[in-house]
Nanobody
Framework: QVQLVESGGGLVQAGGSLRLSCAAS????????MGWFRQAPGNERKFVAA????????AYADSVKGRFTISRDNAKNTVYLQMNSLKPEDTAVYYC???????????????WGQGTQVTVSS
């Protein structure tokens, strides 16, 4: 079992930055791929970024490529999402997820956090 708790969300102006953190419990964190997804009001949850268990491989949605960076610290059981040049369309609830596999779809992940709200004002 892995429990995930996100933090770092908030209100920021367009062009600003936020860093989300996702703290994981459990001794097997380093064996899981980690992902970030987001869900805007009225929309389905969508892939944002993913990182392999080692941290050597990452993937990003086209909409965030070049602006967001996913990273992880296995010693701290934490995954991060650095978000720069934020846009109003980035407004959503952001979820982190852990999975034994690898991928950009929800079905590849087994554990989910409760989410953290990010609001970008214009």
């Amino acid at each position: 079992q892995v429990q995930l708790v996100e933090s770092g969300g908030g209100l920021v102006q367009a062009g600003g930055s936020l860093r989300l953190s996702c703290a994981a419990s459990g001794r097997t964190f380093s064996s899981y791929a980690m992902g970030w997804f987001r869900q805007a009001p009225g929309n389905e949850r969508k892939f944002v970024a993913a990182i392999s268990w080692s941290g050597r491989t990452t993937a990003y949605a086209d909409s965030v490529k070049g602006r967001f960076t996913i990273s992880r610290d296995n010693a701290k059981n934490t995954v991060y999402l650095q978000m720069n040049s934020l846009k109003p369309e980035d407004t959503a609830v952001y979820y982190c997820a852990a999975g034994a596999g690898w991928g950009t779809v929800e079905s590849g992940y087994d554990y989910w956090g409760q989410g953290t709200q990010v609001t970008v004002s214009s």
